[in-house]
């Protein structure tokens, strides 16, 4: 009880992260509810490269990762300056995405079926069964874990910082062969990430 006393004095804003991830993530169930039940069309962003990539389920540790390397920054930034940049760059990354998922619907028809004697298959058809097919352009799987790895790498230009971005890399390829996404769904969320990052990051001048 001390250390985790003593751990909240020394964060940057305890309070910062409790919006993000009290706030910011909540949203996305309740938009993911509102797709299931509208009645608005919804726009399919496969091509025939999607159709090319092979379902891997090994993949699905890499994706299910996303739930920790999220964390991560939120933990390992010191900096009050950087903190507070990196916040405001993980809430719009999730905000304007929202937004799309709102005006632009999209429908994801590649899911794999769950098998209970497979664990990656099962893993996944868990994960599905409270995560409809839909608020699938932009990724938020690549835009969070690619914020993830930009901000901590910003943070740490050593093998530490670089490992975390690579996890990143590895995290937003996944979604493609578990089959949870597209390709256009990987590029809008990857090009949502950076541009939050580059926005928030410029002018930046901290002590690292």
């Not at 305890?14 to 069309?41: C, R, S, T």
């Not at 932009?138 to 975390?164: E, I, N």
């Amino acid at each position: 009880m001390r250390k985790l006393i003593q751990f909240i004095r020394n964060h940057p804003n305890p309070f910062l992260a409790l919006i993000y991830f009290g706030v910011i993530w909540p949203l996305y169930v309740i938009i993911n509810q509102l797709e299931l039940h509208d009645h608005f069309k919804k726009h399919i962003l496969e091509i025939k490269l999607d159709k090319l990539i092979p379902f891997e389920p090994i993949w699905v540790f890499a994706y299910a990762s996303m739930y920790v390397i999220v964390i991560l920054p939120f933990v390992y930034v010191k900096n009050k300056l950087l903190y507070r940049r990196m916040f405001f760059s993980f809430c719009c990354t999730g905000l304007i995405a929202y937004i799309v998922f709102l005006v632009f619907p999209t429908y994801d028809i590649m899911r794999p079926v769950g098998n209970p004697f497979d664990f990656q298959r099962f893993f996944l058809s868990i994960d599905n069964a409270h995560d409809s097919p839909y608020n699938c352009f932009p990724s938020l799987h690549v835009g969070f874990s690619m914020t993830a790895g930009l901000w901590t790498y910003y943070a740490d230009r050593t093998k530490l910082g670089l490992a975390v971005l690579i996890w990143a890399i590895l995290v937003s390829v996944s979604v493609l062969f578990v089959k949870e996404h597209y390709i256009a769904d990987l590029l809008g969320g990857a090009f949502l990430s950076i541009s939050m990052f580059l926005i928030f990051s410029r002018n930046l001048r901290v002590k690292i």
